[in-house]
């Protein structure tokens, strides 16, 4: 387990939900929020917990509860051999099944992966692209993968452009693309924080990966959604 010394001197923005692991900044590195906005990963775990959501065969959605700032939703998966998540949720929970794998879309929000990578123990793998950004400061990563890969089922897809890892995976029909697109006034958006024509060329790769996929559900940054519904916001935004 953690050593109490880790949870103490690990802390969570509660504007965004950023996890600062090992550090205590004037400022969160994330959102800016100043330090009245901390909680230790200790007092966090007490005010928080992450609530497991079905959502598809062997996939079901972590969030915390109450909502953590804009912190992304996970994802774990069963496959039958380990249990990975894709993204890591931002409050640490020690009621929470294990994972063999915690694997992320891009590194803006690693979530608490640094305790449970200890706590369970758990790999934790990315992008090489992601590896040296300064939000990473503080985190361990045990495969920095640098080609897509298949394992247990589940596939990575490198499409870059919000960041320039940033990776989606399938799994049995499902996907899971975090917040490279977003739902703003009823209708979906490309993510604005990032080089813009980056995304919207990561988006035209997102685009021809789809066309040799057969995806039933997507898991996004706090949504999901059946796959026809999804697929026709989407082709509007890319046609745009």
């Known amino acids: 387990m953690p050593s109490n010394a880790a949870v103490t001197d690990s802390y969570v923005c509660t504007s965004c939900g950023y996890n600062m692991a090992g550090y205590y900044p004037l400022h969160c590195p994330f959102c800016g929020a100043g330090r009245e906005h901390f909680l230790t990963a200790e007092e ?72 449970y990578r200890v706590e369970f123990p758990a790999e934790v793998w990315i992008r090489r692209e992601e590896v040296a950004m300064p939000l990473t400061c503080g985190f361990s990563f045990d495969l920095p993968f640098e080609e897509d890969f298949t394992r247990d089922g589940i596939r990575a897809h490198h499409i870059g452009g919000h960041t320039s890892g940033f990776a989606v995976y399938d799994f049995r029909g499902t996907l899971f693309v975090c917040d490279y697109v977003l739902f703003r006034n009823e209708g979906m958006i490309f993510n604005p924080y990032g080089p813009r024509e980056n995304t919207l060329e990561g988006g035209i790769r997102l685009r021809r990966l789809l066309n040799d996929l057969r995806i039933e559900t997507v898991c996004g940054v706090d949504y999901t959604m059946e796959y026809p519904q999804w697929e026709a916001l989407f082709d509007r935004l890319a046609a745009g």
């Open 44 to 115: 966090c775990s007490a005010r928080y917990r992450v609530r497991s959501t079905p959502v598809a065969d062997g996939v079901e959605m972590l969030q915390s509860v109450p909502r953590l700032g804009i912190e992304h939703a996970a994802y774990r998966i069963d496959t039958g051999d380990r249990v990975y998540w894709i993204d890591c949720p931002s409050c640490f929970d020690r009621r929470l099944d294990p994972a063999s794998v915690i694997t992320f879309t891009h590194h803006h929000f690693l979530g608490a992966s640094h305790l």
